[in-house]
């Protein structure tokens, strides 16, 4: 392959909801640059882009894939992204390196939750997009409907470029609005097409878009505006001059229409990106800390390298495998660049470009262009590598907060270490699987987007790591905590021959607000009470709070008063106090109105409108409360507080009601008294826990 530069590099996401057929698109795109011979199937797990075990068992995108293909003298460095919900965060690395967003939606489905999802992402990211209605072989398509759908939510400037002459089964033909021609593919998968002009009804809808077309372009830059009112229109050759910057300012959003698995339109997409897609030069400089911690910028010209990484994948027939994008400067072979995430240098071993796990080795790479490198010592998503003489840090992709938790336990004591090693391994690679080990519940706790992203995860921990793990609820972080005021006074003495043990704690507690924590004073008077031993009481008082007294739980919003107790001149000692206190703060505990706490969550979830009912009503079954509701295009989003014990995945509960078009996010908000039936509940289990134990 030869030498790029940025101007002839396009870099681009395929991006979509679940199944819209972003993977064969790509096997298409492929197919037209031959790199392959055929248009691989998902269901026969021979597609490039999929080719994990995972992926294959499942038929769905797990990975986001980088491929590349050469068109038109120009390299397309493209990647395959994942749909489902539960793998944002694998297209949120990919959106965050790309120059365009390529949104693939369905021909029969049309925008769903996903759709919406990476359509807001890529906006974010400040990157130019275009539409593809892709399957429009199938029965029941439905392309106007989606045409007015994508305008009513993406903006009037979503403009088709090319539309549907014969949608449905045996689809061959669109209408080509730039050329105002019919363009006719073969049916063999090739994409080889003839063109002819387009006559009667097709001519006159050609025409009526054509002239829109050249309103659009005009708009886009002034000197064409200042043409366009002269002349009453633009040339074609001025027209493809604004055409450019028409995309790059979003003026107009292109649409187009293709049936990836037929290749019927694709190759005129990707004749649109070669002319007119976003290239590195359109991104401009890019914003920057230095090593100081100051804003800085950096432009494609720049000398110095620096790269980010935005994948980072342990590959069983390579090993650890990282990928990236030269931002400046450019990447050898052999060369030593500097970590500035994580303050180390890094030996850049072996430079490739990949199509799946087909690598092409590759001695150099320029700013713009993107590739892997294998085995670096300690460099993990989202880190950037750098010139040691320009140390700066490129912002790191903020990925969204786990929807869904889950606890593990290892069917075999002594592999501790391994599952430490494999939980930070994998959080390493994907930013969006998190995991702590809890002290509060004592339990080794993962989340993540989705219950299938749970599971493979577990999948990945037990294949790479040789352990056996199960996934297992997790516990409830409860509190204790008191509604009245209350006191005791408490002797403990205890004498075994020799030395004894004694110590009288007299206490007074009380509540405290909610979320003020705990809080120990004294008021001793007198010489009852040597004050040397308050913080010996204070520790055995401390020591209850960590177990709790109800359930087990954290005990919470108490204050602690010890104003007065009793010594002996020789058996008291700080062991007695300790023991003195704890008791005498049980004691308080139990007769000041002592009671639960459950943690609720702020939850909120987007659906659409048909589904609100359905949603409505399991948050009522839910216990939760709606604070609120707001709408976003032909989506409701429902702002509720439900219980922490009641979202136990709940994200799949979500999917369900929702035919799989809504989804959900949840944060803790605070914590509220729970109703005596269930903390009655939660005090028997841990009563017959106990006498189990």
């Not at 365009?100 to 996903?114: C, F, L, N, T």
């Not at 889950?406 to 690679?429: C, P």
């Not at 009641?646 to 799989?660: D, F, H, K, Q, V």
Request: charged share 25%; with cysteine.
């Amino acid at each position: 392959m030869k030498d790029y530069q940025a101007a002839n590099i396009r870099n681009f996401s395929i991006v979509g909801h679940g199944g819209c057929g972003k993977t064969i698109l790509s096997e298409a795109i492929l197919a037209n640059g031959n790199i392959i011979n055929r248009i691989g199937s998902v269901e026969a797990g021979n597609t490039v882009s999929d080719y994990h075990p995972g992926e294959k068992s499942r038929q769905i995108s797990i990975h986001s894939t980088p491929l590349f293909v050469e068109w038109d003298d120009k390299k397309f460095n493209f990647i395959d992204a994942p749909g489902y919900l539960d793998f944002i965060g694998e297209a949120l690395g990919s959106l965050s390196v790309s120059d365009m967003a390529m949104i693939v939606i369905q021909a029969v489905s049309g925008i769903e939750v996903g759709t919406e999802q990476v359509w807001d992402h890529a906006t974010k990211f400040g990157i130019p997009k275009i539409l593809v209605v892709n399957g429009l072989d199938r029965e029941h398509t439905k392309f106007d409907e989606i045409l007015l759908a994508t305008k009513e939510r993406f903006g009037k400037n979503v403009f088709p470029m090319q539309l549907p002459v014969n949608s449905g089964p045996g689809f061959n033909q669109v209408l080509d609005v730039l050329r105002k021609e019919i363009i006719t593919y073969q049916t063999d998968g090739s994409g080889k097409y003839s063109e002819a002009p387009a006559d009667g009804d097709w001519e006159i809808k050609a025409s009526e878009l054509h002239e829109e077309l050249i309103e659009y372009v005009a708009e886009s830059d002034d000197s064409l505006l200042e043409t366009f009112f002269e002349k009453g229109g633009l040339s074609e050759e001025e027209m493809r001059g604004g055409f450019h910057s028409a995309v790059q300012n979003q003026t107009l959003i292109p649409l187009f229409c293709c049936s990836a698995q037929t290749n019927v339109g694709v190759p005129r997409i990707m004749d649109f990106i070669s002319k007119y897609g976003s290239s590195p030069e359109d991104r401009g400089s890019i914003d920057v800390l230095d090593d100081r911690g100051k804003e800085a910028e950096i432009s494609l010209n720049d000398a110095e390298t620096v790269v980010q990484v935005f994948k980072t994948i342990s590959e069983a027939h390579v090993g650890d495998l990282s990928f990236f994008r030269v931002y400046s400067g450019k990447v050898t072979a052999g060369s030593d660049l500097y970590n500035s995430s994580k303050g180390h240098s890094e030996r850049i071993g072996q430079l490739s470009i990949l199509n799946g796990k087909e690598r092409t080795s590759v001695q150099q790479l320029n700013a713009g262009d993107m590739g892997a490198v294998v085995k670096l010592k300690n460099t993990h998503t989202s880190d950037t590598l750098c010139s040691s003489s320009k140390k700066v840090s490129l912002p790191k992709t903020q990925y969204p907060n786990p929807n869904i938790h889950a606890a593990v336990e290892l069917h075999s004591k002594g592999d501790e270490e391994k599952l430490a090693m494999g939980l930070a391994a994998l959080h390493e690679e994907d930013p969006t699987f998190v995991y702590r080990v809890d002290s509060e519940v004592r339990q080794t706790i993962i989340s993540g987007q989705g219950e299938l992203h749970l599971k493979i995860a577990i999948d990945r921990l037990q294949r790479r790591f040789n352990i056996q793990i199960d996934q297992i609820p997790p516990k409830i972080p409860y509190r204790e905590t008191i509604h009245g005021k209350g006191e005791s006074k408490y002797r403990h003495k205890k004498q075994s021959g020799g030395a004894g043990q004694f110590a009288e704690v007299w206490m007074r507690i009380e509540p405290k607000s909610r979320g003020e924590g705990f809080e120990f004073t004294e008021s001793l008077h007198g010489q009852n009470v040597d004050r040397v031993f308050v913080p010996s009481v204070e520790k055995g008082v401390r020591s209850v709070l960590e177990d709790g007294i109800l359930a087990g739980c954290h005990v919470v919003d108490v204050k602690v008063d010890f104003y007065d107790g009793k010594q002996h001149p020789v058996d008291s000692k700080d062991i007695a106090f300790q023991t003195a206190g704890k008791h005498a703060f049980k004691e308080a505990f139990l007769n000041s109105k002592p009671g639960l706490l459950e943690p609720i969550c702020k939850v909120q979830v987007k659906m659409p409108e048909e589904h609100m009912g359905d949603v409505m009503g399991d948050i009522s079954g839910r216990r939760g409360k709606v604070m609120g509701m707001e709408t976003d295009g032909k989506f409701q989003i429902v702002n509720a507080q439900i219980p922490q014990a009641e979202l136990y995945n709940y994200a799949n509960t979500i999917r369900s009601l929702t035919g799989g078009r809504g989804l959900h996010t949840e944060e803790f908000s605070h914590y509220e008294n729970m109703p005596k039936d269930l903390e009655k509940r939660v005090k028997d289990q841990y009563k017959k826990s106990r006498a189990e134990d």
